[in-house]
């Protein structure tokens, strides 16, 4: 009885996901979820150096480009979790490349994917990860066309941190900071509104966002800082929202707070909730046509393409 307790223990905490461990997403999701979608390796353009003065000897400021067949296809960047201080674009668990395959997957779909690497937690700070993503995205906006893609059909989407990036990303107007984008899907993007007491009365650890984003004792203004949903304005670009019906409740009022706050800015946004999966296995939702993610994220693209 003790030995089956043990076994119980160790299942729940496989299926359990938190946010410290985003990325490791668990291997009975893997089982379940996992559809390895194909692509010709010549589809495949990797570890592209994002920055204008290349130095990519860390590989963090690289990328993979998954191109569709044909031309004039709208291009989606997409940023990885991993709690700020974890994650690659190559990340395989249980032998499925999750992020690749979500790559390989849009492209089937006419929609070119970057999927890209970052600097990491500590060998930069939060801002630096946000000078990274931007150098990603403008590199895209200026070689997605040598390669089939519109420069005017520019998406961004991420997973948990990278949905904080993403959302960070589009949102800020600050001067010489401006990334225009067409549309943001930000997918169980956590610490969005850092500054939010219900999502910590809900348990969210505030000690885990200090270890992150505050830079010494006297930073006392670094949940403002560093809250994407405290620069929404009427020029925030379209916002497709997902979470997962069984992540935690605080991670879900973080989805909720961003939704509410480009409501009141008047902004194009909408919601879908992922029944029956966990923070971590939304990552795997996003390359698996039979769950509701995909379809939205399709059709939310093709929405806000413009036509040719």
Same mark, same amino acid.
């Given at each position: 009885?003790?030995?089956?307790?043990?076994? $119980?223990?160790?299942?729940?905490?496989? *299926?359990?996901?938190? =946010?410290?461990?985003?990325?490791?997403?668990?291997?009975?999701g893997v089982h379940f979820l996992y559809r390895r979608?194909?692509?010709?390796?010549?589809?495949?353009?990797?570890?592209?150096?994002? $920055?204008?003065? &290349?130095?990519?000897?860390?590989?963090? %400021?690289?990328?993979?480009?998954?191109? &569709?067949?044909?031309?004039?296809?709208?291009? =989606?960047?997409?940023? %990885?979790?991993?709690?700020?201080?974890?994650? /690659?674009?190559? $990340?395989?668990?249980?032998?499925?490349?999750?992020?690749?395959?979500?790559?390989?997957?849009?492209?089937?779909?006419?929609? !070119?994917?970057?999927?890209?690497?970052?600097? #990491?937690?500590?060998?930069?700070?939060?801002?630096?990860? #946000?000078? /990274?993503?931007?150098?990603?995205?403008?590199?895209?906006?200026?070689?997605?066309?040598?390669? !089939?893609?519109?420069? /005017?059909?520019?998406?961004?989407?991420? %997973?948990?941190?990278?949905?904080? *990036?993403?959302?960070?990303?589009?949102?800020?107007?600050?001067?010489?900071?401006?990334? +225009?984008?067409?549309?943001?899907?930000?997918?169980?993007?956590? !610490?969005?509104?850092?500054?939010?007491? #219900?999502?910590?009365?809900? !348990?969210?650890?505030? /000690?885990?966002?200090?270890?992150?984003?505050?830079?010494?004792?006297?930073?006392?203004?670094? &949940?403002?800082?560093?809250? +994407?949903?405290?620069?929404?304005?009427?020029?925030?670009?379209?916002? =497709?929202? *997902?979470?997962?019906?069984?992540?935690?409740?605080?991670?879900?009022?973080?989805?909720?707070?961003?939704?509410?706050? *480009?409501?009141?800015?008047?902004?194009?946004?909408?919601?879908?909730?992922?029944?029956?999966?966990?923070?971590?296995?939304?990552?795997?939702?996003?390359?698996? +046509?039979?769950?509701?993610?995909?379809?939205?994220? $399709?059709?939310?693209?093709?929405? %806000?393409?413009?036509?040719?």
């Open positions: 009885m003790r030995a089956m307790r043990i076994r $119980l223990v160790f299942l729940l905490a496989a *299926l359990t996901s938190t =946010l410290a461990s985003c990325s490791a997403v668990t291997r009975i979608a194909e692509l010709p390796s010549a589809q495949v353009v990797r570890d592209v150096c994002y $920055l204008d003065n &290349p130095d990519c000897d860390t590989g963090k %400021h690289r990328l993979d480009f998954y191109l &569709p067949q044909g031309k004039h296809w709208p291009v =989606l960047v997409f940023v %990885h979790g991993g709690g700020w201080n974890t994650g /690659d674009k190559l $990340l395989r668990v249980g032998g499925a490349d999750v992020y690749a395959n979500i790559g390989r997957y849009f492209a089937t779909q006419g929609i !070119g994917v970057a999927v890209i690497n970052y600097r #990491l937690l500590p060998g930069t700070d939060w801002r630096g990860q #946000l000078v /990274d993503v931007r150098q990603a995205v403008r590199w895209v906006r200026a070689h997605a066309a040598g390669y !089939g893609g519109r420069t /005017d059909a520019l998406f961004l989407m991420g %997973h948990s941190a990278g949905g904080w *990036l993403s959302s960070y990303v589009a949102l800020d107007t600050t001067r010489g900071h401006e990334t +225009p984008v067409r549309g943001v899907v930000c997918v169980s993007g956590a !610490g969005l509104d850092l500054t939010d007491s #219900l999502t910590y009365a809900l !348990g969210e650890s505030r /000690d885990y966002y200090v270890q992150r984003f505050q830079s010494g004792p006297t930073d006392r203004d670094w &949940p403002v800082e560093a809250s +994407p949903v405290l620069r929404v304005t009427s020029a925030a670009p379209p916002f =497709l929202i *997902l979470y997962a019906g069984g992540e935690k409740k605080a991670l879900q009022r973080q989805a909720q707070v961003l939704e509410r706050a *480009l409501a009141s800015s008047g902004m194009e946004r909408s919601v879908v909730v992922v029944p029956g999966e966990s923070h971590s296995r939304m990552v795997l939702t996003l390359s698996r +046509p039979g769950k509701v993610s995909v379809p939205a994220i $399709l059709a939310f693209i093709r929405a %806000h393409t413009p036509d040719e």
